[in-house]
């Protein structure tokens, strides 16, 4: 009988302490954000305003930014550009499947990831400010290594156009 009750008890702290950790996925996303921490990426969980195809309202997505802020700001930036995944009527296509409302001077390398990794991702930003990425976290170090490229191709552009 004593014996019964050192294993319920055993079991239940068991139960306990597994109750308190992270499920599988919650620590899959906490090890990106350390990996992107790691390749200088900042990393927030926020909601950007993305216009619709006809660009006559906003939808609001809560996401995870992943960003990469300029030491000095881009003086011929005026605005912000985004590129997006869909069609948007007034923006210029980049790449297959892929829009922006400036003009940009894109590598083959940039052209070929954006082509890769665009159903992963809700946008990338450009201000003068930084260069960011939104996506919802379902890809794995490799992809983020790849779009963390993207991100420091993007930064090196010095000849925007809005």
């Given at each position: 009988?004593?014996?019964?009750?050192v294993?319920?008890?055993?079991?239940s702290?068991?139960?306990?302490?597994?109750w308190?950790?992270?499920p599988?996925k919650e620590?899959?996303?906490m090890?990106?954000?350390?990996?992107?921490?790691?390749?200088?990426?900042?990393?927030?969980?926020?909601?950007?305003?993305?216009?619709?195809?006809?660009?006559?309202?906003?939808n609001?997505?809560?996401?995870?930014?992943?960003?990469?802020?300029?030491?000095?700001?881009?003086?011929?930036?005026?605005?912000?550009?985004?590129?997006?995944?869909?069609?948007?009527?007034?923006?210029?296509?980049?790449?297959?499947?892929?829009?922006?409302?400036?003009?940009?001077?894109?590598?083959?390398?940039?052209?070929i990831?954006?082509?890769?990794?665009?159903?992963?991702l809700l946008?990338?930003?450009?201000?003068?400010?930084?260069?960011?990425?939104y996506?919802?976290e379902r890809?794995?170090?490799?992809?983020?290594?790849e779009?963390?490229?993207l991100?420091?191709?993007?930064?090196e552009?010095?000849s925007?156009?809005?």
């Amino acid at each position: 009988m004593t014996a019964l009750i050192v294993i319920f008890i055993t079991l239940s702290l068991m139960g306990s302490a597994l109750w308190v950790l992270p499920p599988v996925k919650e620590r899959q996303r906490m090890a990106l954000r350390m990996h992107a921490r790691k390749l200088g990426l900042t990393v927030q969980l926020t909601s950007i305003n993305l216009p619709d195809k006809w660009d006559k309202t906003t939808n609001s997505h809560k996401v995870a930014a992943y960003s990469y802020y300029r030491l000095k700001p881009l003086t011929s930036l005026s605005n912000r550009v985004l590129l997006l995944p869909y069609e948007v009527w007034k923006y210029d296509s980049v790449v297959d499947g892929w829009w922006s409302n400036g003009s940009l001077n894109l590598t083959e390398e940039s052209k070929i990831i954006l082509r890769k990794q665009g159903g992963l991702l809700l946008g990338v930003q450009i201000t003068k400010d930084s260069v960011s990425f939104y996506w919802d976290e379902r890809g794995d170090v490799t992809v983020l290594e790849e779009l963390s490229k993207l991100v420091f191709s993007l930064v090196e552009i010095d000849s925007l156009v809005s």
